[in-house]
């Protein structure tokens, strides 16, 4: 069984309501068919109603048991507006951009997830980050703890012996573009605790540079020094360690001559890149070159599920999204 089918069957023992805010989109309605006949998850459509049923028409897929939803003739419409106003009105919002607003279809759908309507919400197949993004923070905010909200992917490379079976987060690949050693040490926290989250296994942190252990020095080495100490202080039972080349994080063979006193080298499972460059970079090799799946970017640090997609995703890769988008739902409802 893959790590997405382990995914989809934990979905299955709690479902949750996603929302899809990208209803016009055909991946996002192929999608849908594929949830809604697996049976892991109840689907929220954001849109009008007719042309979204069309689509589906038209492409052969069966949405039936889909709830679609037009904010222009919703019954919780001027509910949401109130509550949205009311969340935002000391930063300067007007009741009439509230209004305006809400007949976004990404805001709508923050709304149904703030009010409890929905349990989480995937987007991003045609919206920017910062468009599904902004609306997440100014309505859900971020979660309790946590200083700061970051992306991670998750990569399960077929064939792969290293890592957790092939499995892996690769942190921040998706947002914060060139963090500092405090925010990057936030970064690994939430991505360990992310993924022993989703796979129910000890997190092994690697804290990635050019460098090994100091072998070279350099502003961009001591961040990630700086990083790793500061991963240490602030969750000293993490197994954590760095800096750490990429070859010595998950190669055992590699780690026994580079770092042989780590606990972590040659078996780690999440990896933690210095900035966005390196970390988008990496997730695309490893996507391309080792034709390995790629969810992502998914957020950590927002107080409900809401998850990002890269616009080159497929269904398939929706899908996927939408099962780990129920799981974190279930942990934070219990």
């Not at 001027?78 to 209004?99: C, H, P, Q, W």
Request: aromatic share 6%; charged share 25%; hydrophobic share 40%.
């Amino acid at each position: 069984m893959s790590f997405i089918d382990e995914i989809k069957n934990r979905a299955k023992k709690d479902i949750k309501t996603i929302v899809l805010p990208e209803a016009s989109d055909l991946r996002t309605i192929e999608a849908t068919a594929n949830v809604l006949k697996e049976g892991f998850a109840n689907i929220v459509l954001i849109g009008n109603e007719e042309e979204i049923n069309k689509l589906a028409k038209d492409n052969n897929f069966d949405i039936s048991k889909a709830k679609i939803i037009n904010p222009k003739n919703s019954d919780k419409y001027d509910t949401y507006v109130e509550k949205f106003y009311e969340l935002r009105k000391e930063k300067g919002l007007t009741l009439e951009k509230a209004k305006e607003l809400l007949l976004d279809s990404v805001y709508f759908g923050m709304m149904m997830v703030k009010m409890e309507d929905a349990d989480g919400l995937v987007s991003g197949a045609i919206h920017s980050s910062s468009d599904t993004l902004r609306p997440a923070l100014q309505i859900l905010k971020t979660a309790s703890g946590t200083k700061l909200v970051s992306a991670f992917f998750l990569m399960v490379v077929p064939n792969c012996e290293y890592g957790e079976n092939g499995t892996f987060i690769f942190g921040d690949s998706g947002l914060n573009e060139n963090p500092d050693s405090d925010k990057l040490s936030e970064i690994a926290i939430s991505s360990a605790k992310s993924f022993e989250q989703l796979t129910g296994k000890t997190a092994k942190v690697a804290m990635l540079s050019y460098s090994t252990m100091g072998s070279a020095h350099s502003e961009l080495t001591e961040k990630v020094v700086e990083a790793t100490k500061f991963v240490k202080e602030k969750a000293p039972d993490l197994l954590v360690d760095g800096e750490l080349q990429l070859d010595s994080a998950i190669i055992p063979e590699v780690a026994k001559s580079k770092a042989p006193e780590s606990k972590v080298a040659g078996n780690a499972n999440v990896l933690i890149f210095p900035d966005l460059n390196a970390g988008n970079i990496g997730y695309k090799l490893v996507q391309r070159l080792a034709k390995a799946e790629a969810y992502g970017p998914l957020c950590q640090g927002i107080a409900k599920p809401v998850n990002d997609l890269s616009r080159g995703c497929s269904a398939k890769d929706i899908l996927g999204v939408i099962a780990i988008t129920c799981i974190q739902a279930q942990k934070i409802t219990k």
